[in-house]
């Protein structure tokens, strides 16, 4: 075959082609690839945040329980009728505590209040239901039964949410104990290591929907399993309180094992609908029996996106190179004689060599629009091949322009660097985020046994993630008729401040805070309202946060915190769910304290 300048133009779009076909082959296997483990780990993260948020309540309800225990451990020596007293004013407070308590329970080894009785078995019981007469009675006086979840939890001596089953919220004969899919919180009563009876609360678990309601991908569905494989929240009614193969297609023994173990699971199900599952485990107060939640993302809704892209990509890809051949055929019907230099030059592109010298033959007409075009087309590839090298080294403020607005591959290249740049951008505040919670939910585990340490060490772990100058903790002191906000802890530049204040109620900006219930962050500061004093001088601080502290119920305090930087709106928000729990756990703290 005669090498013709046809013949090469035509060898020349193969070559094309045949380059193109491998890159995007290549780009849509490993993008897949990237798009499913970016998949998995926005599933997770999505599911571990969740899960502190199920953990801060369940736990809020365990620290109640344990309340409940403490106080009946001691109530052993009282004589009979007060120590009842204290049990039915003990219960009944604590279904008051809650919705979601449908009855507080207590049972009390005959042997630990009975001096006459000796057998180690037989037990006094008591139930307070939210609805209807309490039911007092006495059980197991031959002996515990072997097996039942007393027995066990006696022999082990171990706190326990048990696994669902039906409550009821009267003690009425005429409830057929079908009302609600509950759990019960169960901690023990224990005296230098002596059993003397159990006491919890049976709960709903309609507190934990939301987690139904997660949707990492459209299409997801997720739901929360107990430790033994029981589902407990679903976005559909009826498949609550079916086992976890009602939900997992195929073999669910590795899957339940690795829940009972609280390990992270996740994997590609190819049984059936292809689908991407994961699981991450919720501990639930010092039970060594975690729970927990999962969800099901089908692939197709992973790859939707992108598979509108990439056809689209493909449709206007195929669009060019056709334009391109019908280009390639006029053209060489037109073209003759001064065509090598040209020819030389596209062959050096085909090749990927940029940068070849340009002729200095003088043309006209077609070939010089077609010279012009083949040095605009180098100039602009190599631009955007620079542009996407920087991209994939992470270089997102390369400066890089497009031809126009019909330049789609340069938009599309534009389009790429924003959307990564904010991608990352996102990802980073959100692991910020993350991180800092779990640092404040570990300070508060580790200190919510004393009361100041606790205070200083809250307020001093969330002045150091934000990197603020100053910050303050008020807490609300007092009664109905005489309450007033006292400062509790005080930080700055990292050495603790020794301070006494006391506010009046609704005094100041913090009782103004609290009474509306509402953040407040100022930029234009009150004329002497904080000075930050450093080695330097005195200055003041360019933003204020007060932050009220709360309950859905009661009002807590507020934190006020003195900034030379502005806060961004992730760092708000951060201050917002750290208030959440800060607010919840001092609340928790300060009820223990009254119960005591």
Not at 89 to 112: D, F, H, I, K, N
Not at 435 to 449: E, Q, Y
Not at 456 to 469: C, E, M, P, R
């Amino acid at each position: 075959m005669k090498w013709t300048i046809r013949n090469r133009l035509f060898l020349l779009v193969w070559i094309i082609v045949g380059i193109y076909g491998i890159a995007i082959a290549f780009t849509i296997v490993n993008f897949r690839k990237n798009l499913t483990e970016r998949a998995r780990q926005v599933a997770l993260s999505q599911l571990a945040e969740k899960a502190s948020s199920a953990r801060v309540i369940v736990q809020g309800d365990f620290e109640i329980a344990r309340t409940l225990s403490e106080t009946f451990t001691r109530t052993t020596s009282l004589e009979t009728n007060v120590r009842e007293q204290v049990v039915e004013a003990a219960l009944t407070g604590a279904v008051a505590q809650s919705p979601r308590y449908l009855s507080a329970w207590l049972s009390m080894e005959l042997s630990a209040v009975d001096t006459a009785w000796t057998s180690p078995y037989g037990r006094k019981r008591y139930t307070y239901y939210r609805t209807g007469a309490p039911l007092i009675d006495t059980v197991n006086i031959n002996g515990d039964i072997p097996g039942s979840l007393y027995a066990t939890l006696k022999a082990a001596k171990e706190e326990a949410l048990t696994e669902p089953y039906i409550l009821s919220s009267t003690s009425s004969v005429k409830d057929q104990r079908n009302n609600y899919l509950g759990t019960s919180v169960c901690v023990p009563l224990l005296k230098d290591g002596r059993f003397l009876g159990l006491v919890g609360m049976d709960i709903t678990l309609d507190a934990l929907d939301f987690i139904a309601r997660i949707k990492p991908f459209e299409g997801a569905t997720s739901f929360l399993v107990s430790h033994q494989g029981i589902i407990v929240s679903h976005e559909v009614p009826e498949m609550i309180g079916k086992p976890l193969s009602a939900v997992i297609k195929g073999d669910t023994t590795a899957v339940l094992a690795s829940i009972q173990q609280g390990k992270i699971l996740s994997y590609n199900d190819s049984t059936a609908d292809d689908a991407l599952i994961a699981f991450t485990p919720l501990h639930i107060g010092r039970s060594d029996n975690p729970w927990s939640i999962g969800t099901i993302v089908p692939t197709a809704s992973i790859n939707g996106g992108i598979n509108t892209i990439l056809l689209r990509t493909l449709l206007l890809s195929t669009l060019g190179l056709v334009l391109l051949i019908v280009s390639v055929v006029l053209i060489a019907n037109s073209i003759t004689h001064p065509m090598n230099a040209i020819n030389a030059h596209l062959k050096a592109l085909a090749r990927g060599q940029i940068g070849m010298a340009r002729t200095t033959r003088r043309l006209r007409g077609e070939l010089r629009e077609m010279t012009e075009s083949v040095y605009a087309l180098e100039a602009n590839l190599k631009d955007k091949i620079d542009f996407a090298v920087d991209i994939g080294k992470g270089k997102f403020d390369s400066v890089f322009q497009v031809s126009g607005q019909d330049d789609t591959l340069g938009l599309a290249l534009e389009s790429m660097r924003t959307n990564l740049k904010r991608f990352r951008e996102e990802e980073a505040k959100g692991v910020w985020q993350n991180d800092g919670l779990a640092r404040l939910n570990d300070v508060i585990r580790r200190h919510a046994g004393n009361t100041e340490g606790f205070y200083d060490h809250v307020l001093k772990t969330l002045v150091q993630i934000l990197k603020a100058n100053q910050g303050g903790l008020f807490i609300i002191q007092g009664d109905d008729d005489d309450r007033y906000i006292e400062l509790v802890s005080a930080y700055a530049y990292e050495r603790k401040k020794y301070l006494t204040r006391r506010l009046g109620w609704g005094e100041s900006l913090i009782g103004q805070c609290i009474l509306e219930g509402e953040i407040i962050h100022l930029k234009d500061i009150p004329s002497g309202y904080i000075r930050i004093t450093s080695g330097l001088g005195e200055a003041t601080p360019a933003m204020l946060v007060l932050l009220p502290l709360r309950t859905e119920t009661h009002a807590v305090g507020a934190i006020e915190l003195a900034t030379f930087a502005t806060l961004q709106p992730h760092e708000i928000e951060f201050l917002k769910r750290a208030g959440e729990i800060i607010s919840a756990s001092i609340y928790n703290l300060r009820v223990a304290e009254r119960v005591v």
